[in-house]
């Protein structure tokens, strides 16, 4: 496929890439980095260049300030994990990283929805918060803006059911998270 | 004192006798530190040169080559080594100028952002960002360069800072915690393997470029001893088991031999050392080996189940493995009959798929029997370099290397051009060697501009042209899968390549005649001084045998 010396003319269904190994869940990978310049570029970069699709990102210091931690999201149903951390592995400035087991993790990310809230739907709105122990944090006369947290699912739930309100706009932060216990993540 | 004797002092301290080069503006302050140094510098004509030559001079020696180039133009020249050196993991530290800071990010004159540019084809790269850095980096970059799996290291420095009085305080440790290179091997899947290698019946070692770096070329070929395992090479393991020998198939991939390819295809063990199952080597990937366990013996983890999932995969260094494995597999005392009926297929092969071509009836010169000639000119006994294509595959079949670190060719990335600088690079790390390149007509004229510095500087090698007036290999790919239409592959009659070493300072020579070429090769070796010589061979020849792109090992032709 694609090799230069077939002659034959490719149908886009063959182009379609080759599956490796997949887990088909998603993973959190938490990833300890240098502080220096060029370190997120160079993740970036890898991941841009072998084909790797990042769902969610999220970089923010640690305890350490010499050290950053990157926590992203990828579909393992999409990506060989495995080669993904050999591969961040070799890049000098990455310290450690950690794919973290779904049922040991705790796993949030922060969310704004702005809503279309009049007068008829706006305790229903505010009743579909209460539900989520969503804060509203603004309100003006036909919209309301609502702060949540929770896992990527939950912001995906609370998401569905406000959208038929009109959703206006959202911004979301991406999962960061911790595991559970004692142990360093 | 300044940041740039600084530098000096630390390529002393890291042993470097020699840098291939060439100055401009964000670089005067290292060149003038250059100047009573006491590094020998060589002026390049191209970065392009510099890059391939001090490419060579690593995998000649084995040591960390280092090129230099100004910012800009200078670096972005570069980009085509640095970016071999990735693919064929050379251990090479390229020091790049760059603008000073105040430009940074302004578009000034000559600035390109090196850093962004190599990104995806370093090992790693340092951006100079305060002068008291310079040191340690440069230190870190040839420790990352050198150890591991080798590659590129880039270290760009900005022209201000390298002008910087500091304080110079060797620097005798690296901290690069993010970078410990696994080199030592579990011992419990090393005794596995040597298990495996036990249980099999059809085994294979399958060696790469990985044991030619590790210095493991002794090692492998007691591996292959400690029983009558059958091996073989690709084109960058090539001398890591001395050939000819009964053992040795011959090489293996897209133009290997026959015998080396059916055997990998048939066997129900492969032993994968240094070696990343490249696409030119198992052709179609779900087709490859289908009997086969995978032992898989690599520094990089990375490349461990990367196209080929291994059932024992191991980390580490080759030179630390292989004799341990070789010490587990000879205690388990087997009996090696077990491997007869292999060896009876195997020696089948051999007998009914030599390599081979059909010789002229006249004087012409056929390729093959150029690279032959040669051969028996250099008494097998040179380092030989080559460019990409046709010449380099017959150069890789007919040459048999009987010693690792004789074979210096661009593999991974399919550079044009590379032989020529590789071979000044390898002949001023080897002075006393007889090194050669054998060149195509089209890869030659890439950077034949580094004539120029190998008559100045006295660096004689012999360049063997292998002149079809074709790019041949894609002229070749031309004929058997585009119908024969030709397009834009016929180099016509110029330049004079006589004519060409003339005028750069070199001795030009033409052969046409194969009765009598060992002896004008001779002569061409024993010429003082750089010698560029025109080999007229047959115009259509094809590399053969062949496994056509994306196809299984079972289909070869030719």
Redesign the interface.
């Known amino acids: 496929m694609g090799e230069p010396g077939t002659k034959e003319v490719l149908s886009l269904d063959e182009l379609e890439a080759v599956a490796g190994q997949r887990t088909g869940r998603k993973h959190i990978l938490s990833i300890l980095v240098e502080n220096k310049p060029g370190v997120l570029t160079r993740i970036a970069g890898l991941f841009a260049r072998r084909g790797f699709n990042i769902d969610t990102l999220a970089v923010g210091p640690t305890d350490d300030d010499t050290v950053s931690r990157i926590t992203l999201t990828l579909d393992g149903a999409v990506h060989p994990i495995d080669q993904v951390t050999k591969q961040l592995h070799k890049l000098i400035n990455v310290l450690k990283i950690r794919d973290l087991e779904p049922r040991e993790t705790l796993a949030r990310e922060l969310a704004l929805f702005k809503v279309s809230a009049d007068g008829a739907s706006r305790a229903e709105v505010m009743q579909v918060c209460e539900i989520f122990r969503a804060k509203i944090v603004d309100v003006s006369k036909r919209s309301v803006i609502v702060e949540i947290t929770g896992t990527y699912e939950k912001v995906e739930a609370f998401e569905r059911l406000v959208r038929p309100f009109g959703l206006i706009e959202m911004a979301r932060t991406g999962e960061i998270a911790i595991s559970r216990g004692r142990s360093e993540t | 004192m300044r940041a740039v004797d600084a530098l000096m002092e630390c390529l002393k301290a890291e042993g470097v006798d020699v840098v291939f080069g060439l100055p401009g503006g964000a670089n005067l302050p290292t060149y003038d530190a250059f100047y009573d140094a006491g590094i020998r510098h060589i002026l390049v004509r191209h970065e392009a040169g510099g890059g391939h030559a001090a490419e060579g001079y690593a995998k000649a020696t084995g040591k960390v080559g280092v090129s230099l180039g100004t910012s800009g133009p200078g670096a972005t020249n570069l980009v085509t080594p640095i970016c071999d050196a990735m693919m064929d993991s050379v251990p090479v530290v390229f020091l790049t100028g760059q603008v000073r800071t105040e430009l940074l990010g302004t578009d000034g004159f000559q600035e390109a952002d090196t850093?962004?540019i190599t990104?995806?084809i370093v090992?790693?790269s340092f951006?100079i960002?305060h002068p008291l850095e310079l040191p340690r980096s440069i230190h870190e970059a040839f420790h990352?360069a050198r150890t591991g799996r080798p590659g590129p290291v880039v270290v760009d420095i900005p022209q201000d800072l390298s002008r910087a009085d500091i304080p110079y305080e060797p620097v005798t440790d690296v901290h690069?915690?993010?970078?410990q290179p696994t080199t030592d091997g579990n011992q419990k899947q090393i005794r596995l393997a040597a298990k495996a290698l036990a249980n099999s019946r059809r085994p294979v070692i399958y060696a790469g470029g990985g044991v030619i770096n590790a210095n493991a070329s002794a090692e492998l070929t007691e591996l292959g001893l400690a029983d009558r395992f059958p091996v073989t090479c690709t084109v960058m393991g090539l001398g890591g088991f001395p050939a000819p020998h009964q053992q040795w198939l011959g090489m293996l991939g897209m133009h290997g031999t026959r015998t080396a390819n059916y055997a990998m295809d048939e066997a129900d063990l492969i032993v994968a050392i240094g070696a990343r199952f490249d696409d030119r080597i198992t052709g179609k990937?779900s087709e490859f080996a289908p009997r086969a366990k995978f032992i898989h013996i690599d520094v990089?983890?990375?490349e461990?189940?990367?196209n080929v999932?291994a059932h024992i995969p191991i980390v580490g260094d080759a030179k630390n493995i292989l004799p341990r494995l070789t010490a587990e597999y000879r205690a388990l005392g087997t009996d090696p009959s077990r491997l007869e009926e292999w060896w009876s297929r195997i020696n089948a092969w051999r007998q009914r798929y030599p390599l081979g071509y059909t010789d002229s009836k006249d004087s012409e010169i056929k390729p093959q029997y150029m690279i032959q000639a040669l051969f028996e000119a250099t008494g097998g006994d040179a380092i030989v370099c080559s460019d990409v294509g046709q010449h380099q595959m017959w150069t890789a079949q007919y040459y048999d290397f009987p010693a690792p670190r004789r074979w210096i060719n661009s593999g991974g990335l399919g550079t044009m051009g590379f032989g020529l600088p590789a071979a000044m690079g390898a002949k001023v790390g080897c002075p006393e060697q007889t090194v050669v390149c054998v060149a195509g007509d089209g890869s030659v004229q890439m950077n034949m501009q580094e004539l120029a510095t190998c008559a100045e500087e006295g660096i004689a090698i012999k360049v063997f042209i292998m002149n079809n007036g074709y790019l041949g290999m894609v002229r070749q790919?031309q004929e058997?899968?585009?119908?024969k239409r030709y397009s834009q592959v016929e180099m016509g009659q110029w330049p004079d390549f006589v004519k060409v070493a003339d005028a750069y300072g070199a001795t030009g020579m033409r052969f046409e005649d194969k009765h009598t070429l060992v002896k004008d090769m001779q002569e061409a070796l024993a010429t003082e001084g750089p010698v560029l010589v025109d080999v007229r061979v047959t115009r259509e020849e094809n590399t053969y045998p062949m496994i056509?792109?994306?196809k299984p090992a079972r289909d070869m032709v030719g």
């Open positions: 850093i962004g990104m995806p090992k790693h951006m960002q990352i690069l915690p993010g970078y990937l990089d983890p990375a461990i189940s990367k999932p790919w058997l899968f585009w119908d056509p792109a994306g």
